[in-house]
């Protein structure tokens, strides 16, 4: 790994809820890991970084829309390992730039915007064949890192810190890679938990089975779906209170399109009694807290 993993604490949280529950309610604070590469994207990042380097620095292309954190990590951390990288950007290039693109072009990508229609077949091999002809003997990242490599460096996040010890371990879920990569880490007993924060993301199954390749299926994850607040990046003024709420409870700052609502699911459960007495639940914090950066001033209180 490129950064110091233990800027990444697991830190309880204490609240009469859970004692009167009688379950502890730990977070693994991977959005402190690193100020740019945050969260769950360095671990993703991981085994396409090494298969660049050992091949001599090949040079990585990726896919990405205008604000997207993958984009921002990738070219971050591909300046810091040496290795070339071009992001495949969807739509026109504007007038004026994001503050995301400009992160990107000031950490060394290069960046290549495409048609909406060119970019929908990011996954089609005829369209992966003609960017290796353009850029040679480049390594090719899917968008978030989908990748049955992305899956496998997720499950590192369970090798290099201490979740022995809990009963559930629970993230958010948008193509799944991070959640495939718990189940290939988890340990005997550990229920694994996914909230996705897509509407209608009826394929989960199909996802895991293929970015699990060759590791074994264990057991399958619960998912619960209803957390969504409307879909992805929708939000109400009911999650907004709830991430201030955490934040004045906890000193926990959320992002409003995952982690908001994967906490607001988990403290849901724990007001339902979903989890039985004994239980000691970890949430993956994923980082993506500059995606509040959208919202109206004031939304927030953060400081």
Known sequence: MLFDL???PVEELEDELFLQKEVSLSVLRLDTLHPVVSGNKLFKL?????AAISAGHSPLVTFGGAYSNHLVATAFACREAGVPCTG???GEQPEQLSHTLQHCIS???DLNFVSRATYDKKEDESYLRSLKKLYGACIIIPEGGYHPLGATGASKIMELYDTAGFSHICTAVGTATTLAGLLIGCREGQQIIGIPVLKGLKDIGERILYLLGYHATVKQPEIQDQYHFGGYAKKTEGLLHFMNDCMERFRLPLDFVYTAK???GIMDGIRNDHYPPGSRIL???TGGLQGNDSLPEGSLNYH
Do not use: K, P, Q
Request: glycine fraction near 4%; proline fraction near 0%; hydrophobic fraction near 45%.
């Open 6 to 8: 233990s800027n990444a």
């Open 46 to 50: 991981h085994y396409f970084l090494t």
């Open 88 to 90: 495949i950007i969807r």
């Open 107 to 109: 950490y060394g990508m």
């Open 262 to 264: 994967l906490f607001y």
């Open 283 to 285: 949430c993956l914090h």
